[in-house]
C-alpha cells in the first residue's frame, strides 16, 4: 500500500495547472519538498512536473555558507559584528557549481544541476532559472540589484509560486521593501577574487506573513497532498507591499526578541 499523501509527478502538474499555470508561464518558485508528504520521484519529480508545465523557472540559489563578517564595518548593519567572527571559520568559497544553501530546500539543487539549467554569479544570492528567457531574467542580477531577476520577472508578467511554503519564503518581497525604500544593510561574501561586498541586503523576513490578509484578493490556491500551492502575480503583489509600507513603515517587521536587522529598521525610522 502506498503511503498516506502519496504524491505523483502528474499530482504536481495537475495542482500546477489549477493554478492556471502553463508554457506561457514565468515563475519564481520557493518549495518545501517535504510539505507534500511523500513525493514518488523525490525532488526530480518536482522539479521535472515545474519546467514541464511552465515556461520559465527561477529559483533562488542562495549561498548564505559563503558569508564573512569583518571585525569592524558600517554602522546600523543590522548585526554585531564581534559576535559573528566565529562564523568565519567555517564559511565556504562561492563557486558557480556550489549547491544552494540547505535552507534552500532539496529542489533548488536539483533544479540547478538540470540540463539547460542557467545560474546568475552572485556570491550570496544567485538564481537558477531554466526556460527560454533564463538567461536574459538573470543578466538584470547585479552586486548593487540582487533582485533585479525578480524586476525583470515582474516586468514579464511573472508570477511568484509558493509550494508548501509561506511569505516567510517570498524573496519577492524583499525586493517590494528595497522598491519601497526600506533600509537595506551590507554583507560580505569569500570568492575567488578574495572578500567581495555584497550591498542591498534584505531584513528580516520572519514577520512577512503579516501580508497575507492584504494579498487575498489576487492569490489563487490549490492543494496537492498536503501541501498549500499559491499562485500571486508579481504584478499585484509588489506594489501591495509597497503600498502597505507607505501606510505603515514598521509593517512586515518581526517582533522577534534580538533580531537585530527588525530592530535596526525600528531604529533608523524613530
Known amino acids: 500500500m ?15 495547472r489549477e493554478l492556471g499555470l502553463g508554457q506561457d508561464s514565468r515563475v519564481l518558485a520557493h518549495i518545501s519538498l517535504s510539505a507534500f508528504g511523500h513525493v514518488r520521484g523525490g525532488a526530480e519529480a518536482m522539479a521535472g512536473a515545474l519546467t ?3 515556461g520559465l523557472v527561477m529559483m533562488p540559489a542562495f549561498t548564505y555558507q559563503c558569508q564573512v563578517y569583518p571585525l569592524v564595518g558600517p554602522p546600523d548593519n543590522g548585526m554585531t559584528y564581534d559576535d559573528a567572527q566565529a562564523d568565519n571559520a567555517e564559511a ?4 558557480p557549481d556550489l549547491p544552494p544553501h540547505a535552507d534552500m530546500g ?12 542557467r545560474r546568475s554569479s552572485h556570491p550570496l544570492l544567485s538564481f537558477t532559472a531554466v526556460g527560454p528567457g533564463a538567461e536574459d531574467v538573470l543578466r538584470a542580477q547585479s552586486l548593487a540589484e540582487p533582485f533585479g531577476p525578480i524586476a525583470r520577472l515582474a516586468a514579464m508578467g511573472g508570477d511568484v509560486l509558493l509550494v508548501g511554503v509561506d511569505h516567510t519564503k517570498n524573496a519577492a518581497i524583499h525586493y517590494a521593501e528595497a522598491r ?21 541586503w534584505p531584513g528580516c523576513s520572519d514577520g512577512f ?4 490578509p492584504h494579498i487575498g484578493s489576487f492569490v489563487r490556491s490549490a492543494r496537492v497532498g498536503a501541501a498549500r500551492l499559491q499562485r500571486l ?15 505603515d513603515p514598521a509593517a512586515l517587521l518581526c517582533d ?5 536587522r527588525c530592530e535596526t529598521v525600528r531604529r533608523v525610522m524613530a
Not at 502506498?2 to 495537475?14: A, C, G, L, S, Y
Not at 506573513?209 to 497575507?212: F, I, R, T
Not at 522577534?256 to 537585530?260: I, L, M, Q, T, V
Open 92 to 95: 565556504e568559497l562561492f563557486t
Open 180 to 200: 519601497a525604500g526600506r533600509k537595506q544593510f551590507v554583507r560580505w561574501a569569500l570568492t575567488p577574487e578574495g572578500i567581495v561586498a555584497c550591498p542591498a
Open 106 to 117: 532539496v529542489t533548488a539543487e536539483t533544479l540547478r544541476r538540470r540540463s539547460g539549467a
Open 256 to 260: 522577534r526578541p534580538g533580531c537585530a
Open 52 to 54: 514541464s508545465t511552465c
Open 2 to 16: 502506498p503511503p498516506m499523501n502519496d504524491v505523483t509527478f502528474r499530482d504536481i502538474q495537475k495542482g500546477l
Open 209 to 212: 506573513n503579516a501580508l497575507a
Open 233 to 247: 502575480p508579481l504584478a499585484d503583489l509588489i506594489p501591495a507591499v509597497v503600498a502597505l509600507l507607505a501606510g
